[in-house]
C-alpha cells in the first residue's frame, strides 16, 4: 500500500496535516522579495532618470552660444587719431574697441547718433569680450586698419539667456536685467539673420572668467588630463607592484596580514582624507607649489592605490594554481612563472581595476580643495608645475556663482563630466568582456 493511499484510508482525524499552506507562504514570501527588488530597482531608476533629466534640461543649452554678427568698421579717427601706431605699437592695444562696436550697431538698428538715452541702452548687449576679439584681429593683421569686415561677437550673458527662452519676460521691466528695448533689439536682429545661436566652441577651449559667456573648461580639461597621467604612471605602476609582492613574494605572517587590513581599510577612506594628506605632506611639508597638477595627482594616486591594488590581487588570485605549477615544473624562476605566465593572464582585471580607479580620481573634488586647486585660472597650464584647476573643481566654482547664466555653465560641464566618466566604464567592461578567460 502506498503512502497515499494509507493516508486516504486513515480517519479525518488521523491523517498528517497537509503541506499546502507552508507551500503557499513560502511561495507568498518569494513573491513579496522578488517585489521588493523590482521596486527598489524602479525606485533607484526613476531618481536617476530625475537628476539626469534635470542636468541635461539645463545643460544642453551651454553648448550653443548667442552670437551677433556686425560689419566693424576698423575706423583709424576711432583707434589711432594721431597716426602713431608705427613708432608707439602699444596705441592698438588701449584703443576704444568698444566704440566700433557701438557704432556697428547704432548703424545696424537705425539708432540716431544723437539719441543719447537710446544708445546707453546698448551696454550690456554685446560681451564685454567683443573688444578684445576686436584688438586681436586688429593686432593680427593691420591691414584691416579703415576696412569693413563682419564680425561674429558673442552676446552678454543676459542677451544670450533672454534668446535662449531662459528669462521670464512677463516680470516687470524693473526685475529684469534685459529690458524691454534690448528685447526689441534682438528680435530685429534674429529677423535679419545678424543675432543667430552658434555651436559653442568656447566651453572646450575657454578658461576662467568673470563673465559666464566667456567661461569654458579648456583649462580644466587640461589640468585633469595632467593629474590622469600622473596617477596612471604611479597608482598603476606601484600598486601592480605592490600587488604582484603581497600575492606571489611575501610570506603570510601578522605584518602581511596587518598590511592586507590597512589597504581594504584605505579603500573606504573618505577622499578628504587623502586631501589633508596631501595639503600636510606635499605643500606645507615638502614646499610644493600649491594648486599645481603636480601635487593634485600625487594625492588622487595615493587615494586611487588601494583599489588597484585589490583588483590586481583579486585578478592574480584567479589565475589557475596549475598555471603556476606547470610553469615552475618546466624549470621557470618563480620570477618567470610571475612576469611570464601569471601576470600576462591577469592583465585583463589589472587594466579594468586601474580604468575604475582612474574614473574614481577623475570625478573627485574634495582632495583638490584642500590642496588650492579651486584657484582662478585663465591660462591653460604648460607643465604640472603650473596653477590649474580640474574639471569638478571648475564644477564646484561655478555652481558657487551667483548669476544665472553660470548654472547652464556648470550643467553642461556635468554633462561632459557624466560622458567622460560613461566612457571610462564602458572601455572597462569592453576590456573585461574581450581579454576575459575562465578556467
Known amino acids: 500500500m502506498t503512502a497515499a493511499t494509507f493516508d486516504t484510508a486513515l480517519p479525518t482525524a488521523a491523517r498528517p496535516p497537509r503541506r499546502d499552506i507552508g507551500i503557499k507562504r513560502r511561495y507568498a514570501a518569494e513573491a513579496r522579495f522578488k517585489a521588493y527588488g523590482i521596486a527598489a530597482i524602479t525606485f533607484g531608476l526613476v531618481f536617476l532618470a530625475i537628476m539626469l533629466t534635470s542636468i541635461v534640461g539645463k545643460g544642453y543649452t551651454a553648448f550653443w552660444q548667442t552670437n551677433v554678427t556686425l560689419p566693424i568698421t576698423f575706423d583709424q579717427s576711432v583707434i589711432d587719431p594721431q597716426n602713431k601706431r608705427e613708432s608707439d605699437p602699444s596705441v592698438l592695444v588701449k584703443a576704444n574697441y568698444d ?7 547704432i548703424a545696424k538698428l537705425g539708432i540716431k547718433p544723437d539719441d543719447k538715452p537710446t544708445i546707453a541702452k546698448l551696454k550690456g548687449f554685446l560681451s564685454d ?37 531662459q528669462v521670464d519676460l512677463t ?46 573648461i579648456g583649462v580644466a580639461i587640461v589640468g585633469s588630463l595632467y593629474m590622469m597621467v600622473i ?14 609582492y603581497l600575492e606571489e613574494f611575501a610570506a603570510k605572517n601578522r605584518l602581511t596580514d596587518l598590511i592586507e587590513v590597512n589597504i581594504n581599510n584605505l579603500a573606504a577612506v573618505p577622499s578628504i582624507v587623502f586631501g589633508l594628506l ?23 594616486s595615493l587615494m586611487t592605490l588601494p583599489t588597484i591594488i585589490i583588483a590586481t590581487r583579486a585578478a592574480l588570485a584567479a589565475v589557475p594554481p596549475s598555471i603556476r605549477q606547470a610553469a615552475l615544473g618546466l624549470g621557470a624562476s618563480k620570477m618567470q612563472m610571475v612576469f611570464h605566465h601569471v601576470l600576462p593572464l591577469a592583465m585583463p582585471g589589472i587594466l579594468t581595476g586601474t580604468i575604475i580607479g582612474l574614473a574614481r580620481a577623475l570625478g573627485e573634488t574634495a582632495p583638490l580643495l584642500l590642496i588650492g586647486m579651486v584657484a582662478f585660472v585663465a591660462n591653460y597650464p604648460t607643465t604640472p608645475f603650473d596653477p590649474s584647476t580640474a574639471l569638478p573643481v571648475q564644477i564646484y566654482m561655478w555652481a558657487n556663482e551667483a548669476e ?32 576575459e578567460r575562465r578556467w
Open 404 to 435: 544665472r547664466a553660470f548654472v547652464e555653465r556648470m550643467s553642461g560641464a556635468i554633462i561632459i563630466l557624466l560622458v567622460f566618466l560613461m566612457a571610462m566604464n564602458i572601455t572597462a567592461i569592453i576590456l573585461r568582456r574581450k581579454f
Open 171 to 216: 516680470v516687470p521691466e524693473a526685475r529684469r536685467k534685459v529690458k524691454d528695448q534690448q528685447i526689441t533689439w534682438m528680435n530685429e536682429l534674429a529677423k535679419d539673420g545678424a543675432l543667430a545661436e552658434k555651436f559653442n566652441t568656447g566651453l572646450f577651449t575657454y578658461g576662467a572668467s568673470s563673465r559666464p559667456e566667456t567661461s569654458g
Open 99 to 105: 566704440k566700433l562696436a557701438q557704432n556697428a550697431l
Open 129 to 165: 569680450s567683443a573688444r578684445i576679439q576686436l584688438r586681436d584681429e586688429l593686432m593680427a593683421n593691420p591691414t584691416l586698419m579703415g576696412q569693413t569686415v563682419d564680425v561674429s561677437m558673442l552676446a552678454s550673458a543676459n542677451v544670450d539667456s533672454a534668446f535662449k527662452g
Open 231 to 244: 596617477v596612471l604612471v604611479l597608482a598603476l605602476l606601484i600598486g601592480v607592484a605592490a600587488s604582484i
Open 278 to 300: 596631501g595639503l600636510a605632506v606635499f605643500i606645507n611639508f615638502l614646499g610644493m607649489p600649491r594648486s599645481a597638477a603636480i601635487v593634485g595627482g600625487i594625492t588622487l
